[in-house]
C-alpha cells in the first residue's frame, strides 16, 4: 500500500461544491478517501511542501491559476468542515470496501453510529440498502 499518497494525494471537492451542497440542502455526505477535504487546503500543505508545489504546478498547467488564486484559504481551508458543519451538513470519510461493486441506482443509507456527546468524530458502520 502507499500510505503517503492515500493521505496527502486524495482527490478534493471543486470550489464551488460547498455552496452546491448548501443550495442542494444535501444532508449529509459520504467519500471512500481519508477526508472530505483535499488535502491541500488543509495543514498539509504547510508539512508537505514539497507535494503542495506539486499540487500547485498541476493547477496552473490545467486551469491557468495557482492554489491561492483558486482556493483561497480564507475560504477553503478545510471547507467541508468549518462551513458545511455548521449549516447541519455532515459528512463520513473512508467508506470504501465495497461500494466501488455498488451498481447505479437510489440507494437507503443506515448509519450505525457509537454514542456520544460533544464528538468531533467517531467511528461507525454504513449499510446500503437498495
Request: charged share 25%; glycine share 6%.
Amino acid at each position: 500500500s502507499d500510505e503517503f499518497r492515500y493521505m496527502i494525494k486524495h482527490p478534493g471537492p471543486s470550489p464551488d461544491f460547498a455552496d452546491w451542497c448548501i443550495k442542494r440542502k444535501i444532508k449529509w455526505l459520504a467519500i471512500d478517501c481519508v477526508a472530505m477535504e483535499h488535502p491541500m487546503n488543509t495543514i498539509q500543505r504547510l508539512w508537505h511542501p514539497k507535494t503542495f508545489e506539486e499540487a500547485n504546478q498541476k493547477l496552473i498547467d490545467q486551469f491557468g491559476q495557482d492554489w491561492d488564486e483558486m482556493y483561497p484559504l480564507d475560504k477553503y481551508y478545510q471547507d467541508m468542515h468549518l462551513n458545511l458543519f455548521p449549516k447541519g451538513i455532515v459528512h463520513a470519510e473512508n467508506l470504501g470496501m465495497d461500494i466501488a461493486r455498488a451498481e447505479n441506482g437510489r440507494y437507503f443509507i443506515a448509519a450505525f453510529i457509537q454514542k456520544g456527546m460533544e464528538l468531533a468524530s467517531c467511528w461507525g458502520r454504513f449499510v446500503a440498502f437498495k
